[in-house]
């Protein structure tokens, strides 16, 4: 009973972290209807909050700013490869689909966890997993063109991709933890990221729609609401949260990010949730629970 209480705040922050990452659809669309391109909202996004996890690094730990040159690839890997790859996908998705479906897609992180670990880390590819990959898969072909949402193979193969980047920080972002603390890995993570994102935003482009707006000073704080309310603060409560909850709970709880974007999608955007497509985020959530349950087991043995 005392454990389950200690646990309760990581729990809670972790929701917390989930929720408010359940509503990125909101800003990126706010943010398209000023004439920003998916790339460029992604480069207004990561150079704010890379500006602010640098303030945060600099006040708890000056020390945390210095990495070893080997480590620079990885680095780049965990900005370029994952960050800025799986949020530019994401937020195309989002203009390219519903958003219960590009939330599904991003969701299938797991999966692509599950098939890079196989192969960087040898783990055995068993049962279970096997079962996890055609629930998966099943729910994709659901969600997309046969669950009625219109969905072309450019958008699924690009939802796809949101969930291959995602899964790939998991997988990196294990090997820079052994090396460094998250606040370190966080902020470099991002500081890599917006510089990759400014060298393909068309930064002139970018400029020229801000002063272009009816109203250029009301984007200013939509841009701060977007860079703590998407990336900020979640990052931050989920890494706070993952000290007392493990990671694969952590997982599991955090598959509710998907279920607040469908709730916003029918609520704000007013978004038609089939019965088809509604099997289909049923079935890939059970894979995402099914390799999640895995892991906690072998876990409990170790």
């Known amino acids: 009973m005392d454990r389950k209480n200690k646990n309760a705040p990581g729990i809670v922050l972790i929701v917390v972290a989930a929720v408010f990452w359940g509503t990125m659809g909101i800003f990126v669309r706010k943010l398209s209807e000023y004439g920003f391109g998916s790339i460029q909202i992604v480069t207004i996004r990561l150079t704010l909050a890379a500006l602010v996890f640098s303030v945060i690094l600099l006040i708890k730990d000056r020390s945390g700013f210095k990495i070893s040159p080997k480590d620079i690839p990885l680095f780049l890997g965990l900005g370029f490869g994952s960050i800025l790859f799986f949020t530019v996908c994401y937020f195309s998705a989002i203009n390219m689909m519903s958003l219960s479906t590009a939330a599904i897609l991003l969701y299938t992180s797991p999966i692509w966890i599950m098939l890079m670990s196989v192969i960087l880390f040898h783990e055995k590819l068993n049962g279970r997993k096997i079962a996890a990959l055609i629930l998966a898969f099943a729910g994709c072909v659901l969600v997309s063109g046969i669950s009625g949402n219109g969905i072309t193979l450019t958008g699924l193969l690009v939802g796809l991709g949101s969930g291959f980047g995602y899964g790939l920080y998991s997988i990196l972002g294990t090997i820079a933890l052994r090396r460094y603390s ?57 890494t706070l949260g993952l000290k007392s909850v493990e990671a694969s709970k952590a997982g599991i709880i955090a598959t509710i990010e998907p279920l607040v974007a469908t709730l916003i999608g029918i609520v704000v955007f007013s978004e038609p949730l089939t019965v088809m497509s509604g099997c289909g985020i049923v079935l890939i959530l059970s894979a995402v629970i099914l390799l999640n349950l895995k892991q906690k087991k072998k876990e409990g043995k170790s």
């Open 182 to 238: 998250p606040f370190t890995v966080t902020t470099y993570t991002f500081l890599f990221a917006s510089a990759g994102a400014w060298i393909i935003c068309r930064p002139a482009d970018m400029i020229s729609k801000f002063f272009a707006a009816e109203h250029p000073l009301t984007l200013i704080p939509i841009c701060i609401l977007t860079a703590f309310i998407t990336a900020v603060i979640p990052f931050l409560t989920y």
